[in-house]
């Protein structure tokens, strides 16, 4: 193809700076912050880079009690609505793929839905649902609640993975004679693997970052996840110093982040070109 | 570009093999127990809720122990029509939704031909991208406070620095200034998963259109408009439909902003909602307000969506 001119390329390269500024500044900020003294965060000059850097805040949020509670309930909840959601979605998703029946469109639709409807108009139901099962203001409560909502997804996600598996494959085992189980657990489950992985990672992400149900149907502040503790702290209960809610606002990205690293490739567009091309 | 495959369909199955391998599938029973420990779940907490929730609006439903549920039909409506608070709250979202969208869009569009561009910085970009995306909205809202803040934050400094004045601005406080800030807070959040959708759009598009339009002489803007744009426009119209419910109905980043204040300024209508639902108890009222709230979006993707894939076409 032609070759870009110098001054075009100029421009982009302008273009692209400013949207590196835009989308890494806050972080750099945050990070700056965490990384801020007392007394240097209470000058009326702050500046980007710290002019020394103090560990104390993330000291005092890896033992604020706080803190670690709530992020004991996030990894709880987040992991056992992976486990649960996984456990359901596979079979789902198989059953949903391979058999020639209506239940495939009842599927798509509900996902559709879901995606539509705002979640306030769920959560109250849910919330008078949880409480006469008991289940208000609990951990196993908010864990149900976070299965059911990443379960779209996931279906979505696994349904797309599950008909890139080859049914020759299963077809050739049958002919050799393993029965349908065998053929799952053998022969299917090994090719979905890294499928499930990636909504694993999906699900998890979706249940650590999520706030509207947590705000909802967790009352006591020793059964508060991470997200909500921290958006507790930073509004009129405001008990924890800027530099710590910094530094433990960066802890509590981590997981989320890494985990999208590690999806990156896999998220690249494919989210949709399903969707598009279905 | 394999990768984003993944999820495209499948290679036909040969069709002799297939209705042998439908046979063996269905001996043993007709794969709805595979379905069941999805569907006990789905059925009770998914759609019982909807159902019931569409429902309430039409009820008099209150939080509380012994309070009884009246169906009341269309009163709580009547009653929401003169809620010119509720309208008001409405109308914001309406701006935020739009706003957040249309910027959003244009700026993914932006960074995605600039990803799509051979330049250096290339994967520093494409990984900064991704990081809104994963952060917890409610940590993007404490980063932003913390950015925006009159004491602690850059913004200040920054503008002493410069000369640009005092120095004294409280963008989320002030009145006039919460709604557009929030507003671009927005566009930051949501863009890296527009910029991803529609990168993998441009990538999807033949080289070989490219240069059939400049073999007939096309420039790089006439390329853009004829060969690139319509070729994206189906990704288009799916990604800003998916962006405005998204936006409409996002509740978690402007309640850590400004709870809605100050002065209302922010209120989007999903916070409203959840004031009039856990503030005030009002289970009935608040989900007439969510009702409403489905009703315009459906009407707004209907008007938006025919015409959308029509000019696809």
Redesign the interface.
């Known amino acids: 193809?032609?070759r870009?001119r110098p001054l075009?390329r100029a421009g982009?390269?302008l273009?692209?700076l400013a949207?590196?500024l835009?989308?890494?500044?806050?972080?750099l900020?945050?990070v700056s912050?965490s990384l801020k003294g007392a007394r240097e965060?209470a000058s009326?000059?702050?500046?980007?880079i710290p002019r020394s850097l103090v560990w104390d805040n993330y000291r005092i949020a890896l033992t604020d009690q706080g803190l670690l509670r709530s992020a004991l309930n996030s990894v709880l909840t987040s992991v056992g609505a992976t486990v649960i959601v996984i456990?359901?979605?596979v079979?789902?998703a198989?059953?949903?793929t391979?058999?020639?029946?209506g239940?495939r469109t009842a599927a798509t639709l509900?996902i559709l839905?879901?995606?539509?409807?705002?979640?306030?108009?769920?959560?109250?139901?849910?919330f008078?649902?949880l409480k006469s099962f008991g289940l208000l203001d609990s951990l196993p409560g908010l864990t149900?609640?976070y299965?059911?909502w990443t379960?779209p997804f996931a279906?979505w996600?696994l349904m797309?993975?599950m008909?890139?598996?080859?049914?020759?494959v299963?077809?050739a085992a049958?002919v050799d004679g393993a029965g349908?189980f065998r053929v799952v657990f053998s022969v299917v489950l090994p090719l979905l693997t890294p499928?499930i992985v990636a909504t694993a990672m999906f699900a998890f992400?979706s249940a650590?970052?999520?706030?509207?149900f947590a705000?909802?149907l967790i009352s006591t502040t020793e059964k508060r996840t991470?997200?909500?503790t921290?958006?507790k702290y930073?509004?009129s209960e405001g008990q924890l110093q800027?530099g710590p809610?910094?530094a433990g606002?960066v802890l509590?990205?981590v997981p989320?982040?890494v985990?999208?690293?590690f999806l990156?490739?896999?998220?690249?567009?494919?989210?949709?070109?399903?969707?598009?091309?279905? | 570009?394999t990768?984003?495959?993944?999820?495209?369909?499948?290679?036909t199955?040969?069709p002799r093999?297939?209705g042998?391998?439908?046979r063996?599938?269905?001996?043993?029973g007709?794969?709805?127990f595979?379905?069941l420990?999805?569907?006990v779940?789905?059925l009770?907490?998914?759609?019982?809720?909807?159902v019931?929730?569409?429902y309430?609006g039409f009820t008099d439903?209150r939080a509380g122990y012994r309070v009884t549920t009246n169906f009341v039909g269309f009163d709580q409506f009547a009653k929401l029509a003169h809620n010119a608070l509720f309208w008001q709250s409405f109308r914001i979202g309406l701006v935020w939704a739009v706003s957040v969208t249309v910027l959003q869009f244009l700026?993914a569009l932006?960074?995605a031909l600039?990803l799509n561009?051979d330049?250096r910085?290339?994967w520093?970009?494409r990984?900064?991208?991704?990081?809104?995306?994963?952060?917890?909205?409610?940590?993007v809202?404490?980063?932003?406070?913390?950015?925006l803040d009159p004491?602690?934050?850059?913004l200040n400094?920054s503008i002493r620095l410069l000369h640009l004045g005092e120095g004294t601005l409280n963008l989320l406080g002030q009145a006039n200034s919460a709604l557009p800030t929030v507003i671009v807070i927005g566009v930051?959040v949501g863009?890296p998963q527009t910029t991803?959708?529609l990168?993998?759009?441009l990538?999807?598009i033949s080289?070989t259109l490219?240069?059939a339009a400049?073999v007939d002489g096309a420039g790089?803007w006439r390329r853009f408009v004829s060969v690139t744009l319509p070729q994206l426009y189906?990704?288009i119209a799916?990604?800003t439909s998916?962006d405005f419910?998204w936006n409409?109905?996002s509740?978690?980043l402007v309640?850590?902003l400004t709870?809605g204040g100050p002065g209302g300024n922010t209120m989007l209508p999903?916070l409203f909602?959840?004031h009039e639902?856990?503030g005030y108890g009002n289970?009935g009222y608040?989900?007439a307000?969510?009702?409403v709230?489905?009703v315009l979006?459906?009407l707004i993707?209907l008007a938006y969506l025919p015409s959308r894939l029509r000019r696809s076409r």
């Open positions: 193809m032609n870009t075009t982009q390269y273009a692209l949207y590196l835009f989308l890494g500044y806050p972080l900020w945050l912050i965060l009326i000059h702050p500046s980007l456990v359901v979605s079979p789902a198989y059953a949903l391979r058999f020639r029946n239940a509900w839905i879901s995606q539509v409807f705002p979640t306030i108009l769920i959560v109250i139901p849910l008078l649902l149900v609640v299965v059911v379960l279906l996600m797309g993975y008909a890139s598996v080859p049914q020759e299963e077809e049958a349908r499928g992400i650590w970052n999520e706030f509207f705000l909802v991470l997200a909500l921290l958006a930073v509004g800027l809610l910094a606002s509590a990205t989320s982040l985990f999208f690293l990156q490739k896999r998220l690249s567009g494919g989210l949709l070109a399903g969707a598009v091309k279905g | 570009m990768s984003a495959m993944t999820l495209s369909a499948p290679p199955p040969p093999g297939a042998r391998f439908q063996w599938l269905y001996r043993s007709s794969g709805l595979l379905l420990p999805a569907a779940p789905i009770l907490l998914s759609v019982f809720p909807l019931r929730g569409i309430l439903a700026a932006g960074l600039l561009a330049l910085l290339r520093l970009a990984t900064l991208a991704l990081v809104p995306w994963a952060m917890p909205p409610v940590i809202a404490i980063m932003w406070r913390l950015l004491t602690v934050g850059s400094e930051w863009m991803v959708t990168l993998a759009g990538q999807s080289p490219h240069e400049a790089t189906p990704i799916a990604i998916l419910i409409f109905n509740f978690g309640y850590v709870a999903m909602a959840y639902a856990f289970f608040a989900s307000m969510a009702d709230m489905v979006i459906l993707m």
